[in-house]
């Protein structure tokens, strides 16, 4: 070997062989010490799904936990987090309409790191139930909202969760319904009660078809067999939803229910009644919930008025009994103007 070979050698070779050989390490040790995704979005691959096989699941489909359908959802509807800022018209802390998430987050004790599913997200932003969890909590979740076009103002709010365009069925299959995309008051149809019908017929200008699929499907497809909230407010088929649930395969430890019949100017006081009513009676038929509260909170002392006067119901699961409650008088929710409830036994209470 001659002299100019080895001078190459020892000045550009060698150095060369030494760089690559650090390069290979250093990446070998960064993807050990990358942390992984939730196991409930990773995909090993993408899969292909045939035009026949897919019109199977769209419309009729009972076999809701068959593991491919499950990840033709997963892999073709749900929509991860946002990656950019939020993005939202206003700023505050609690964009709920009523104090529903405060309610939420004192009987979790502040708990970081929840999971919420929120059916009927709106855009994301106007009356959300979980923007405050998510952002102030750190929670991960699930948007589930049908209106095609409320989607795509969603997705442009950098929320942090998931999401999905699709109504929750209301059988325990899949199906393709009509939807009245009428901003906030927009639902179902065929799902609609006489007095939200009311208010649709003056202001709905189209009808659009929406992809229905059964809330345990879209869990299975998130990885999830336990929620801590869920939020559901779909303008009518609510109960409808609920009774699709399986309750003995899906853990969920916070319910709120819109139950006001409304059409946008006066609320039809008999028919909330009589649809709270219906959910109590769904709830307590389960063995497993006892009703929590009425929000807006009241402190009428009429309480069929103060129900009538309502927007939501919260049901809390039986084993999570222990979350923060207290009894007090009326006269410390005067001096204090804590959150008060009025419950069935004719006493006030607070969740502090």
Not at 117 to 143: D, H, M, P, Q
Not at 289 to 313: C, F, M, N, Q, W
Not at 325 to 346: A, G, P, Q, S
Request: hydrophobic letters at 40%; charged letters at 25%; proline letters at 3%.
């Amino acid at each position: 070997m001659n002299d100019k070979m080895r001078l190459f050698i020892k000045r550009v070779a060698l150095p060369m062989t030494i760089v690559t050989v650090l390069f290979f390490i250093l990446m070998n040790a960064t993807s050990k010490n990358t942390s992984k995704p939730q196991k409930h979005i990773q995909l090993a691959h993408i899969e292909e799904f045939y035009a026949d096989e897919v019109h199977g699941y769209l419309n009729g489909y009972k076999q809701i936990e068959d593991p491919r359908f499950i990840r033709y959802i997963r892999q073709r509807w749900i929509v991860g987090p946002s990656r950019i800022g939020y993005n939202f018209h206003e700023k505050k802390v609690d964009y709920s309409q009523f104090g529903q998430a405060a309610v939420v987050d004192k009987l979790f004790k502040k708990k970081k790191g929840g999971f919420f599913v929120e059916c009927g997200a709106a855009e994301g932003e106007a009356f959300s139930n979980t923007i405050f969890l998510e952002k102030e909590r750190r929670w991960s979740g699930l948007l589930v909202e049908a209106n095609p076009d409320y989607y795509q103002l969603l997705l442009s709010k950098g929320r942090r969760v998931h999401s999905i365009n699709a109504c929750l069925s209301v059988s325990t299959d899949t199906s393709r319904l009509k939807f009245k995309p009428v901003g906030l008051f927009g639902g179902l149809s065929e799902k609609m009660d006489e007095t939200h019908m009311k208010f649709i017929r003056q202001h709905a200008q189209k009808e659009v078809t929406v992809q229905c699929f059964p809330f345990h499907s879209i869990l299975l497809a998130m990885g999830r067999t336990e929620i801590d909230y869920f939020s559901l407010d779909v303008e009518g088929p609510e109960l409808e939803i609920l009774l699709t649930i399986p309750m003995d395969k899906i853990i969920i430890k916070v319910i709120s229910v819109e139950y006001r019949l409304s059409d946008n100017v006066n609320i039809n006081k008999k028919g909330s009644l009589a649809k709270l009513n219906k959910l109590r009676e769904f709830f307590e038929g389960t063995g497993k919930y006892r009703e929590h509260a009425i929000v807006p909170i009241s402190t009428k002392a009429d309480r069929e008025e103060a129900e009538a006067d309502g927007l939501d119901v919260i049901f809390l699961r039986n084993e999570n009994n222990h979350m923060n409650m207290v009894h007090v008088t009326r006269k410390m929710h005067l001096e204090f103007n804590l959150i008060v409830y009025v419950n069935t036994d004719n006493f006030v209470e607070i969740l502090y």
